[in-house]
């Protein structure tokens, strides 16, 4: 196992911790309201303590209405020897989320308006919900369904729809400044691994980092349901957020051990942007840079007019960019501890870069002399000069207007090795310590 | 025959009826001043009312004056058997423009030197003019030329060069703001086709169209001669112009049927530079982009310094720039109806482009809940996205720093397609009708 | 030999006077202080004035302190035999730069700790200094130093370290305005040509041409030690500096005949740089352009943080990337006449665009009238527009925002072929002549 360079987090156990979490959350049941958050949110409450927020339906948030909670006990479809053909037990995907209550006999061909299958991968289960249209369906493999004989077929949906609430989770760190960085990630999904189980548990070890040790920056950590449960939080606490939100990250996807991705923010071009692509640069240069028209998370609703948070959002197999998104294939073999691992130490590595990042101002004019400080080597040969090379490059760019990230830019070094040189130049008195804090 | 994308123009006869008004106009003799412009423009006013003005010689217009007026109603050269060797009356480009009267006689020898033609291609009769420097002379074919044989030979130019007009045309279709468009073209060339009668047969029907429904620019179409004829009405319109021009083409050698060209502004940075490039990029993705360095026509006054009109020139095959170019090879071969109609849908759809310019603005913080206005399917499954994915893009750039070419740009589609969404997002009330007026 | 051009520099010697005086100045031992350098400015002049500055020991100079100056008589080792192995008289290389007195018997195990050789340059002495720390040392051929046999040496090295100045030179010439063009060099290396002596001569020879015409701008050229000197003489003139001067070049490793190289201010943004890549793009298009990140000589200074004068570096075959560089193999046989004769070209065409720079603008609206006033061919024919393109692209850049290197750049003409257009504008009346002054 590695560990976060230069800043010392032990990760050697993070990985089976978070794979070992979503283990456990993965049989339940999740869609965007119900019990099946609220047994989510309780589990991730025994790792941080999360603030939990229930917000009644038909609660007015920005464009939308907060839905009816929908609740499931039990859903299959028997066959005339009553032989169950499709079973929500034994994977809670067959069920579209959201089906109404429904109990009745239908020949095959009724039934087959309700299924959804894809023929191009005839062994999976899709995922299908239907949120806003009253509806019920089953979701089935292609191959299963092809084997469906003609005759009477009984469907049964334990299903509840009624006035209730929407539940999410919140967890503010304080930190030294009122300045926040926000991370969200969300809960509603059912049994599927990388979209999304892997948000959550990484969201839930991250934090439990974060929360570890002082930090300059206050963290706003939340777990919503996708959308509506982002557009919910937005809309009670979107004042605060602008006025205090400097970077933030959405994490979705992040369990595969595929490539690295990232989605920008609206323009590119804030704090967030800035961060993620240099920490992804210099620890993965193959990294996938995707166009905000390739969004397809809460960065819509964190990113988009009027709210222009700073967010972006950072992957491994990107939601859409993968054979097994949203699907049954989308399981617990799909997702590792390296993988998680792997985006765990992006995510830490880019908080690191938040925190120390400084705007270093040498404090004397033309180059200091480093021999008096023991910084350089007195003796001046023909290739001395590439000992400290770095160092005078730091120096070069330290001019007040740049922050550690445009100076690794400009000079072509990870941040994570200016540190140790910024340490040292602090300790000679070249630059002030207050800089640094 | 196509029609213009989205706002249904009817070019079903535009093709033809331009080509005809341009066989009809190829005889005429024009020059910068004289009685050609003015049949041309009295035919041209039978389509759309022209303003016909006339600046009298001697007047003072920036950096020139007014030169004398040009007329001729014959010309020729003959030889020692009295045949015609050369004649006006056949093509009037054999006759260099703004030649002073002469009858005599003269040696092959002397004749020489007041003969022009081109050895590269020898069976071209060359265009020449010599507005600024008393002269007279013939143009002929160079295989013609190398055929002359020694002796006398009679040349006469039945012209006049008297203190008379300038002669130009000017056409208002007043919109309703003050904010203008503004179109011009050239009337001065002798019997050429591409360059130029494409120009003025263009613009006479453009115009039509133009006042042929209300409209939100004002729009001013001048016919000038070329450079003087610029420079004069410059000369006295500058300040209206500067004022309330926010766009500009200038329209010369639009006839062809090969590539389309753009020449910028003079730093290609102005309105009519976005609008004719996202035309161009999307309907015409080939286009030969040139430089201001290689400007040769009224641009060069439009975007001259102090005068910084937003006018670009589009052309098909652009002058210099085509073998045929200041030869009698630009006849009425060389342009066809199909290339005359297709720079007139270039040319409307950049104003319709214009006219249709708005910046929309998002009326909602998040994304808008689509389901609700019918706008979204509600059963979310695997590719469901892909429907809708345009109108949220077009709303996520909906912030109102972008016009609609500036989302175009950004989201990959034409402006055209943005339309019905955007009409579609107007009923539903998610953008302002008043944005869009 | 050459003439810069346009401007009627007669450089048909100058390249073999500034050899000459390489070859004089070259048996002289440099280093950051001592008599070495009083001899290399008492030589330089007389050719130009210097005005000689002593600053003493332990004057505090921005970070750093002047340190004590260093004289040596003689230095050698001999063997058992008392033959001289190593003898400073024979090149002054072989001394370590500021070694301590001492007059020792050694043996080839302790002598080896003080010497210094190149394995991978079997035959080239290296140049080693120790200017910070308290060290005495012998730079050898390592072939020579494979050759030394066990026994016993006698070193001697007859110098002194004690209280007493650095020195340096300045030089500085008055033109019309306070704005000042700065050069900068530097005095203190032994015996070594490209690096560095092609420095020193060629800026007296430029500095002997500056002053032998009236100059708009005021030039201060300084021969300083490298680093400490250039650090020294900051710090005495940095407000003044700061004020006045526009534009600076330092001057090292200008004397091989082989690539021109450039080295950019710290953002490649300043005066300096747009002044030495119009005239490198136009003269050596083929040159080398370094990043900031390659500095290593006194850009250093002037460059640094809080001193950020606009200074690029022109060099040929630049410090750190010639193989000789730092050895005896950078020798009078590296630098020739004609290399230094191409520098000192590339100078004082920098010189000659600065002093020539203005910010033209057209006196009427529109295209002049070019025919009046004789700079148009009156007969347009179809190719006659070429040779006034030049004229008119000039004019149509003349806005007032442009200099004439703005102008260069966009229509790709070299700045020394404007000089005549715009002469001939000026005398037109289409130019003000005081723009030009």
């Known amino acids: 196992m590695t560990t976060v360079a230069g800043r010392g987090v032990d990760n050697?156990?993070?990985?089976?911790?978070?794979?070992?979490l979503m283990v456990d959350l993965f049989p339940i049941c999740r869609s965007i309201t119900g019990n099946g958050v609220r047994e989510t949110l309780a589990r991730i409450s025994q790792h941080v303590t999360l603030e939990i927020h229930e917000v009644p339906s038909g609660t007015k948030v920005f464009d939308w209405e907060v839905p009816q909670e929908w609740n499931v006990w039990d859903a299959f479809i028997l066959d005339e020897e009553g032989k169950k053909v499709v079973d929500f037990r034994e994977n809670n995907l067959h069920l579209v989320g959201y089906s109404i209550p429904i109990d009745e006999c239908v020949t095959l061909t009724d039934l087959q308006a309700h299924l959804h299958s894809l023929p191009e991968q005839p062994d999976a289960i899709p995922y299908v919900t239907s949120y806003?249209?009253?509806?019920?369906?089953?979701?089935?493999?292609?191959?299963?369904?092809?084997?469906?004989?003609?005759?009477?077929?009984r469907v049964l949906i334990d299903s509840e729809l009624k006035n209730g609430h929407l539940t999410y989770g919140e967890y503010i760190i304080q930190g030294k400044t009122r300045q926040e960085v926000f991370l969200s990630t969300y809960i509603c999904h059912p049994s599927m691994a990388n979209n999304e189980l892997s948000g959550p548990v990484l969201a839930t070890f991250l934090a439990k980092w974060i929360a570890s040790a002082p930090r300059k920056?206050?963290?706003?950590?939340?777990?919503?349901?996708?959308?509506?449960?982002?557009?919910?939080?937005?809309?009670?606490?979107?004042?605060v957020m602008r006025n205090n939100v400097i970077c933030g990250f959405n994490i979705s996807c992040v369990g595969t051990d595929r490539e690295y991705s990232y989605v920008p923010s609206r323009y590119g071009n804030t704090f967030a942007d800035k961060v993620a692509l240099n920490v992804l640069k210099f620890k993965h240069p193959e990294f996938v840079r995707y166009s905000f028209l390739d969004r397809g998370s809460d960065e819509r609703q964190y990113c988009s007019p009027g709210v222009d948070l700073p967010v972006v959002t950072l992957c491994r197999s990107k939601y859409g960019a993968y054979p097994e998104y949203h699907t049954s294939l989308d399981n617990l073999d799909l997702v590792t501890p390296q993988g998680l691992t792997g985006s765990y130490e992006l995510l830490a590595e880019c908080i690191q870069l938040l925190e120390g990042n400084i705007k270093p101002r040498i404090r004397c004019y033309g180059e200091p002399q480093l021999g008096k400080r023991g910084l350089y080597p007195e003796l001046s040969a023909k290739n001395s000069g590439a000992s400290v090379r770095d160092m005078m490059n730091l120096i070069a760019y330290a001019d007040g207007s740049n922050d550690l990230i445009d100076i690794s830019n400009t000079i072509g070094m990870p941040v994570w090795e200016l540190y140790p040189i910024v340490d040292r130049l602090v300790r000679a008195g070249l630059f002030l310590n207050s800089d640094c804090e």
């Open 12 to 20: 050697s156990s993070v990985g089976q911790d978070m794979y070992q």
């Open 132 to 153: 806003y249209r009253e509806y019920w369906g089953f979701c089935i493999s292609h191959s299963k369904r092809e084997g469906l004989r003609e005759g009477k077929y």
């Open 217 to 239: 920056y206050t963290y706003r950590i939340v777990f919503v349901p996708e959308t509506i449960g982002s557009i919910t939080y937005l809309s009670k606490n979107l004042d």
